[in-house]
């Protein structure tokens, strides 16, 4: 069954499912009539030469059947397969099978996911929604800044480097802070501290490798084109991945302060599960977190109810306007916590039998109670 032969084979004939159901209501009638013309002849009591008269009555009762359906079909076909290929919208159109518009013109819904025939593999960030507040592709001066005022307030910058961009960078920060403080109200803080927590987990929970080319300029490579999107996202308003390898992630924040990572465990993405995870001890708290990211349909019923009330309307909202959806969720561990974990996981993975279910489900053990962050959407470009 290789293709060569599969090609020399003879081409199976294809008839269109109208001309189908043409054929088989012409059998219907046929039958009706040939009933009709029994019934006629059975009243005469079936005396002299009935065959005749059945013939005759067939004859008679013909028109039954509708001959000139066929060729008024031929000619439909013909006539809109010329307006097909005369159309402007539709240039160098041939049309080799005239069945065909019949059967798009059947269609209701048409589901593809054939990324690179219908779509460039182009993913641009969209869509932010941290459950306080969205933040759209076109509106990221108000997150920029929120980033900016939480960071060099938390990594402070000495007064005698005023000149240089970093302070620069902070008095603007703080100007947009109090005057979008009197819009948000009381709301403020906690809208800060979302976003940021949301950023943060979009910087670190990835298998994004930065890589600087000839020019000093960082450029990122991963399996995945949506992890790239994010980061460079995450880049574009201020928080750049400068570092990724197996033991720590380092990145740099508004103000050229760095925050580092230690990388404890990667749980990477799979089709099976549909989601990634890591654990990370930060250099400077010494806290650990656990940050998630995946589908939807298998983060929600891993969440804590209070605060992801939101999550499947904004999903819902999100895919009608075409873009792909990614849950961000994190739990912090306490040193206790991550030791019975680590244990438990190791002693899973040194198992001879059944590891595969059982690193499973200490996994999923673990990604219990998860506090949502966020929801990105993310779009893929559509073909010219």
């Known amino acids: 069954e290789t293709r060569a032969t599969m090609n020399a084979s003879q081409a199976t004939m294809k008839v269109g499912q109208f001309d189908l159901e043409v054929n088989l209501m012409s059998k219907v009638l046929f039958g009706i009539l040939a009933l009709l013309a ?165 910087s670190l929970c990835h298998n994004v490798t930065p890589v600087k080319d000839e020019d000093s300029q960082i450029t990122f490579q991963a399996a995945s084109p949506d992890e790239v999107a994010l980061v460079t996202f995450a880049r574009d308003i201020g928080v750049k991945l400068v570092h990724r390898d197996e033991h720590c992630i380092r990145l740099e924040v508004p103000g050229g302060a760095a925050l580092e990572y230690s990388v404890l465990t990667t749980f990477p993405f799979s089709s099976e599960t549909k989601r990634m995870g890591i654990i990370l001890r930060e250099a400077s708290s010494q ?56 244990t438990r996981y190791a002693a899973a993975r040194a198992a001879m039998t059944d590891r595969h279910s059982k690193c499973r489900r200490e996994i999923e053990r673990l990604e219990e109670d998860l506090r949502l962050l966020g929801l990105t959407g993310v779009e893929d470009k559509l073909q010219n």
């Open 287 to 342: 806290k650990i977190f656990f940050l998630v990211k995946g589908a939807e349909a298998v983060m929600i019923p891993r969440l804590q109810p209070k605060g992801s009330h939101w999550l499947q309307e904004e999903c819902d909202n999100f895919a009608r306007q075409g873009l792909r959806t990614i849950v961000l969720a994190q739990k912090e561990l306490s040193e206790a916590e991550y030791d019975l974990f680590a």
């Open 38 to 202: 029994f019934v006629l002849v059975a009243l005469r009591r079936l005396e002299g030469i009935w065959p005749i008269y059945f013939l005759r009555f067939v004859l008679l009762l013909s028109s039954i059947i509708p001959v000139s359906l066929q060729v008024n079909l031929v000619m439909a076909k013909t006539l809109y397969s010329i307006f097909i290929m005369r159309d402007r919208r539709m240039k160098d159109t041939v049309v080799r099978t005239s069945t065909l518009p019949e059967e798009l013109g059947r269609i209701d819904f048409l589901f593809s996911d054939k990324t690179g025939t219908l779509t460039r593999n182009e993913m641009h960030f969209k869509r932010l929604h941290i459950g306080r507040a969205m933040f759209a592709e076109d509106g990221l001066t108000e997150l920029r800044i929120f980033l900016e005022s939480y960071f060099l307030r938390s990594h402070p910058v000495s007064p005698a480097n005023a000149d240089q961009p970093s302070w620069r960078d902070r008095e603007r920060a703080r100007t947009g802070e109090r005057e979008r403080g009197r819009e948000l109200g009381g709301r403020r803080g906690e809208v800060v501290h979302a976003a940021v927590e949301a950023i943060r987990a979009l």
